[in-house]
């Protein structure tokens, strides 16, 4: 299968140096610098046109044999030497490739969600964009496996259902989101498949949806109401959202692992090893922030920033948790009541008092 996809790409490439003189125009905008935006033609040729297809067509295959193929091998090979208390060079080898394909695919799922959202500019991502990208799906990819298998390891029944409510959860998620729009059913995917065949392939397209989430935040939001099937919106509500119940997700999953771990973690500081995983997490979420807040390349055109739009976030979360004003007022009032009763009777009883003075006095002159 590897040899002739080299020769067609060969064959691609002597295309680009003997290429026919019809070419296209494509017009795209630079990022706007001091508030202004040029707007740049192109000419591309047809074998220039057609290997962009194809590396398009690539970064996708790669996206769905990261999620879909390495990372269930990855969690499978950690869990086998867990169980078996060794971790031979080969499986290591072979884990190593492993996590390598899980975070290319994530970083790959970046930079085509950048493309899709940016479709009208002329990006460029520069490599300490790939850097951020790359730290930042290493540490959560790593993080989210071990947690996934230290808490098979221990609670095997229990493994199936956190698995399938993740999943299914997300598979779901933008099913629900589409039958709330109350949208027609997408007809212009393809003209060529019926709308069973447009049924499956949004199907297919959401499971993938949802084996990405599995492992981490994926950056390429299903939008099914959407004639591009993609949310080309940046919601840092719903990015928030994914990684605080993530994080808690992941701590429950620990302290699960923690008290019922068994004789195979004889050796292991348990203590340390949570407190691992949970600041190798926070450091994941750390890469993102300084990725969507300086390493960006689309920076420019976002109506706000990552810190302003978490800390909205969190703002409209304690808003929420926070009680309404009437109960506390309420509760104050029921508070100070019964203070007030005492000062009412005391003083009842002092103006008692008072009347009851003049007649004390007349009957003693009496």
């Not at 125009?25 to 040729?45: A, F, H, L």
């Not at 099937?229 to 620990?254: D, G, H, P």
Request: aromatic residues 16%; proline residues 4%.
């Amino acid at each position: 299968m590897e040899r002739p996809m080299l020769f067609f790409h060969f064959f691609l490439l002597l295309l680009l140096i003997f290429e026919e003189p019809y070419v296209s125009i494509t017009k795209k905008r630079q990022m706007p610098k001091d508030g202004y935006s040029e707007e740049i033609e192109k000419e591309v040729g047809q074998a220039e046109g057609k290997l962009c297809t194809h590396r398009s067509a690539f970064s996708r295959a790669s996206v769905i044999q990261a999620f879909l193929g390495s990372a269930p091998q990855l969690t499978l090979q950690l869990y086998i030497c867990v169980l078996q208390q060794e971790i031979t060079a080969a499986r290591s080898i072979f884990m190593v490739l492993s996590l390598l394909s899980i975070v290319y695919g994530a970083l790959r799922c970046n930079i085509l969600a950048i493309k899709i959202k940016y479709d009208d500019y002329d990006v460029s991502v520069k490599p300490a964009a790939y850097l951020c990208i790359f730290m930042w799906r290493s540490f959560e990819i790593a993080t989210r496996v071990t947690v996934l298998v230290l808490f098979s390891s221990v609670l095997q029944i229990w493994t199936l259902p956190v698995v399938l409510v993740n999943f299914f959860g997300f598979f779901f998620y933008p099913w629900i989101l589409f039958w709330q729009s109350k949208s027609p059913f997408p007809e212009n995917i393809e003209k060529a498949l019926s709308r069973v065949g447009t049924t499956i392939v949004l199907c297919l397209l959401t499971f993938l949806y949802a084996g990405i989430n599995m492992f981490c935040w994926s950056a390429v939001q299903v939008k099914l109401n959407d004639p591009d099937l993609i949310n080309k919106s940046q919601n840092w509500y719903r990015l928030t959202v994914y990684y605080m119940l993530r994080f808690i997700e992941n701590a429950f999953l620990l302290l699960m692992w923690y008290i019922y771990k068994t004789d195979i973690y004889l050796y292991v500081c348990a203590p340390l090893l949570v407190l691992q995983l949970l600041i190798g997490y926070c450091m994941a979420v750390l890469f993102m922030l300084v990725f969507y807040q300086f390493c960006h390349p689309c920076k420019k055109l976002f109506s706000s920033s990552i810190s302003e739009g978490l800390l909205s976030c969190f703002k409209f979360l304690c808003f929420i948790c926070k009680p309404p004003k009437s109960t506390v007022l309420t509760d104050k009032a029921e508070v100070k009541s019964p203070e007030n009763t005492d000062e009412a009777w005391s003083s009842s009883k002092t103006i008692d008092s008072q009347k009851g003075n003049p007649h004390q006095s007349v009957s003693s002159n009496a």
